[in-house]
């Protein structure tokens, strides 16, 4: 009797739970149903392209390529249209300098239906942080940033840039191109380790590549799982093979942040160790928070500082590796600017073989052609933002708080209506006079407003010595049998990489 009477308790358990699941399940879905409402008609307003029943615009953007689709948009629909990933995640995207000014000059936070995705990866770091804490790390990790910090990393960007050229000359000598971008991601990567841990001379060790490894898998998995609308639900996302893949590479990148943390906090109890620190020729990333603490004395938590620094690697090495990257590929395609840069940096060193903190601030040519090539391949190709209150926008429409907001860099910054012609490689357009005649968020390649990137300067000095070392030693040509296809990749990217010919012409200057 006894086990008919469990074995009915069990089935009405089964009965009480399937059903609680149900009315969960239903709960669920009426929420995502009431909010897609909610943001379809906040933008009404809006006339945009035709979206798929199911796909929204994912399944147009994945087949035809996302940045070509957007811009192709963007001269259909002026200012902005409704994008849709999926049927339940839909952002306003804007490509218009007024319309960037009206959100990005203000401090709303990150989208969390897209930045959430990080949030296993890099936490609650400075990029994912809002409202008082942000406040209170964006102030604690200014001193990271000023230049009397950043004046001693310019050997140290070149340290790790002569360490890939050695490389370059070897691969040269087999006279046909290739893929530079692991190699410039790689030097990225030994720079970072550098500036961030204090990471000695010597390349990239095992665990530093297992880091690499880990960090371009999680900026893959993190792109592919925000077009594709089956993966946004965490539950499902996590017992898919993908969101496996995604675990373990975050245990890779953590354990490695981890170690270096423990490693250094256990050497800073050593008096001498102290002592050495205090004496290096510069101060990481990683001594200015461990000794950064508040206006109230409060230090970083283990779980902020390795946020942090997570944040830190991936925003430093991904972007910049992007960047330099783009910018050869630049150069290649225009000979004429990579001479005219080259014959700039060789008047700046006047036959010295290295470059002190004051000669960045003379590469006027070399940096117009940066940030031409910024405007046209932009690092972050697009962010997002959620509207913590109101916005009206130059034209008269408006959106309400809530609504999610897509700034598409890469459609702005080849927009016609700003740009006159924006399919052309013109760096005097950012010429002193030039620059002062053009909207303040026209060209936006590190983000604007209060929340913009906090290591800007860092990357445009990095950006300065590896490039300005890099057309010193090379001459750089297109293979036209393998033309880039950029894509995003949180970053932008090539989808077949990015293969150039390399012809050295000698070391140092370049005589």
Not at 187 to 196: F, G, I, P, S
Not at 363 to 392: A, D, G, H, W
């Amino acid at each position: 009797m006894a086990p008919v009477l469990l074995s009915l308790s069990l089935s009405r358990l089964g009965l009480w739970a399937f059903g609680l699941i149900l009315v969960l399940g239903f709960l669920k879905l009426l929420r995502v149903l009431l909010r897609r409402q909610k943001l379809a008609r906040a933008m009404d307003s809006f006339p945009g392209p035709p979206t798929h029943w199911l796909f929204g615009h994912a399944l147009e953007i994945q087949q035809t390529g996302s940045l070509d689709k957007v811009v192709s948009w963007a001269h259909q629909f002026p200012y902005a249209h409704p994008l849709w990933l999926g049927q339940f995640l839909g952002f306003l995207n804007i490509y218009e300098p007024d319309y960037a000014k009206a959100v990005y000059s203000r401090g709303d936070p990150k989208a969390p239906d897209v930045y959430d995705f990080l949030l296993q990866w890099i936490g609650k770091g400075l990029l994912l942080l809002e409202g008082p804490k942000w406040f209170q790390h964006r102030k604690l990790l200014m001193p990271g940033f000023h230049y009397d910090v950043l004046k001693p990393y310019v050997a140290v960007f070149a340290d790790s840039t002569c360490a890939m050229l050695d490389k370059w000359e070897e691969k040269a000598r087999e006279d046909k191109s290739f893929d530079i971008f692991c190699d410039v991601g790689h030097m990225a990567l030994d720079t970072l380790m550098k500036c961030t841990f204090g990471k000695a001379d010597g390349g990239l060790s095992h665990r530093d590549s297992s880091y690499y490894r880990a960090v371009s898998e999680l900026t893959l998995l993190t792109q592919q799982r925000m077009e594709s609308f089956q993966y946004h639900n965490d539950f499902i996302y996590w017992l898919t093979p993908h969101g496996r893949r995604f675990l373990r590479a975050c245990q890779v990148a953590h354990d490695h942040t981890d170690q270096v943390i423990r490693e250094r906090k256990t050497a800073l109890q050593d008096e001498k160790e102290r002592e050495k620190i205090r004496n290096r020729r510069h101060l990481d990333f990683l001594d200015i928070l461990l000794g950064a603490p508040d206006e109230d004395g409060i230090k970083l938590s283990n779980a902020d500082l390795r946020a942090e620094v997570d944040t830190f690697m991936f925003e430093g090495h991904d972007t910049t590796t992007s960047g330099i990257s783009w910018f050869l590929y630049c150069m290649a395609l225009y000979p004429e600017h990579q001479q005219r840069c080259r014959e700039e940096v060789r008047e700046i060193l006047e036959g010295r073989d290295s470059f002190q903190w004051d000669d960045l601030g003379k590469m006027t040519y070399l940096t117009m052609c940066i940030k031409e090539s910024f405007r046209l391949y932009p690092p972050v190709p697009q962010v997002f933002r959620q509207l913590s209150k109101p916005v009206s926008f130059v034209d008269g429409r408006s959106l309400p708080a809530g609504s999610l907001i897509s700034l598409h860099i890469y459609a702005l910054h080849r927009n016609s209506a700003v740009w006159p012609d924006p399919e052309v490689f013109d760096p005097p357009c950012f010429s002193p006079e030039n620059v002062t005649r053009c909207h303040p968020y026209a060209f936006i390649p590190f983000s604007a407003g209060p929340r913009n990137c906090i290591g800007q300067q860092f990357a445009m000095n990095e950006m300065k010595v590896v490039t300005a070392l890099c057309l010193l030693r090379f001459e750089f040509a297109l293979d036209p049998s393998r033309p880039p296809i950029a894509m995003p990749q949180l970053v932008l990217r090539s989808r077949n990489g990015i293969h150039l010919h390399l012809k050295p012409l000698g070391s140092g200057s370049g005589k």
